[in-house]
């Protein structure tokens, strides 16, 4: 049973700044990509950032020059550091990963986590 679990949301002020931690448990063999995603109220989800296993990154261009997503492959682990937040920013924040489990070493498949609220607002 593989298992994503975020952390790090919560009310921030325009301007302000806010980590997200998304740690990967349980039987797992391998994670390939990982990335963050939003959804805020009335919108579709959309993807915020991404990275390879061996750290290349991709951005929205939203959040370019703003948010760095970065990752320890020891811990299983993929944050997501959001400076200069707007309040366009705010949003349910939900972690995904390609993850191979030990049962299944030759097969990926994609698991989310349970989502983190981040709002923006003064």
């Known amino acids: 049973q593989v298992q994503l679990v975020e952390s790090g949301g919560g009310l921030v002020q325009p301007g302000g700044s806010l980590r997200l931690s998304c740690a990967a448990s349980?039987?797992?063999?391998?994670?390939?990509?990982m990335a963050w995603y939003r959804r805020a109220p009335g919108k579709e989800r959309e993807l915020v950032a991404a990275?390879?296993?061996?750290?290349?990154?991709n951005y929205a261009d939203s959040v370019k020059g703003r948010f760095t997503i970065s990752r320890d492959n020891a811990k299983n682990t993929v944050y997501l550091q959001m400076n200069s937040l707007k309040p366009e920013d705010t949003a349910v924040y939900y972690c995904?990963?390609?993850?191979?489990?030990?049962?299944?070493?030759?097969?990926?498949?994609?698991?989310w986590g349970q989502g983190t609220q981040v709002t923006v607002s003064s």
């Open positions: 990275i390879t296993r061996g750290g290349n990154t």
């Open positions: 349980g039987s797992i063999f391998i994670i390939n990509n």
């Open positions: 995904n990963a390609d993850i191979a489990a030990r049962e299944r070493p030759r097969y990926a498949a994609g698991y």
